[in-house]
Structures are given as structure tokens and as C-alpha cells.
């Protein structure tokens, strides 16, 4: 792909990554409760796609600016589909102001997270990272993410 090619669909690596990162995102919720799918299964396909392209997204995370905007963009991508499920399980259109706040401490934290994870050099398994990542969920959210 030329340079003229790729910024005429990407700001930059992290609109990249970014984009990487939500469509996974999409495919793997768009799965939850199909097969017997759920929330665990979900955080452990997210987090293999995210160890698939851990080379790319460490050397971006590492050396270039942007880093705070790709963070940023897989928070709001991960508090977005949250939110989508809560209204979903609620029938609403809005999720109550208390729950909002508690996905967003969630997002934020497992975000910082799995960033931590990403640039480790002896790095614990996906199913490990799942793991901490479900056992982490707030017992508010539970009701929405883990039946």
C-alpha cells in the first residue's frame, strides 16, 4: 500500500490499530450468547487478536506519538459495546448514569491493563489475561456480562 493509499483510510498507526482492534471487537460480541458464548469467551477471543498483532501494537506503543489517542479509542470502542449490551439485557435506550460510570472505571482499568500486558516480555497467557479480566468485573456489570 502506497503512503497516499493508507492516509486516504487512516489518520495514522493508531487509527489503524484502532480499526484492527474494533472490528475484532465487533466480531467477538457479536457472538455472546450464540453457541453458548459468553462474556469469558468474549475477553479471551479479544485478547487473542490483540496478542496476534502484539509485535505491531508494541512497536507503535513504543515509538510513536499517539500512543494516549489509541488508548483512548479502545477505551471508548470497549465502553461502547458494554454500554450496547447493558441496553440490550435492559430494553433502554440509555444506560442509568450509575452504571455508565462503573463501565468506565472498568474500561479504563482493563485497558491500562492489557497494555501493561501487551509491552511484558514475559507475558501471561491469554487465558490468564481473560481470566483477571472477568474476575475484575464489577458485581453491577456482572449481572449484564457474565450469564
Known sequence: MTKPTFYR????K????SWLFVQATKENLDRIGTDGCVWIDTL??????Y??????????????SGRESFIN?????????????IKRKLG??????????????????????????????KPVSCEKVA???EASIPEPLRLFLCR
Not at 9 to 12: G, N, R, V
Not at 14 to 17: C, F, G, N
Not at 73 to 85: D, G, K, S
Request: charged letters at 25%.
Open 131 to 133: 481470566e483477571a479480566l
Open 44 to 49: 479471551l477471543d479479544g485478547i487473542r487478536s
Open 14 to 17: 493508531y487509527d489503524l490499530i
Open 73 to 85: 479509542i479502545m477505551n471508548e470502542t470497549e465502553i461502547e459495546f458494554i454500554e450496547l449490551e
Open 92 to 121: 433502554q435506550d440509555t444506560v442509568p448514569e450509575n452504571l455508565a460510570a462503573i463501565v468506565k472505571i472498568y474500561c479504563y482499568g482493563s485497558g491500562q491493563y492489557l497494555c501493561s500486558w501487551l509491552m511484558d516480555s
Open 51 to 64: 496478542e496476534q498483532y502484539r509485535k505491531y501494537v508494541v512497536n507503535a506503543l513504543k515509538h510513536t
Open 9 to 12: 483510510y487512516f489518520k495514522d
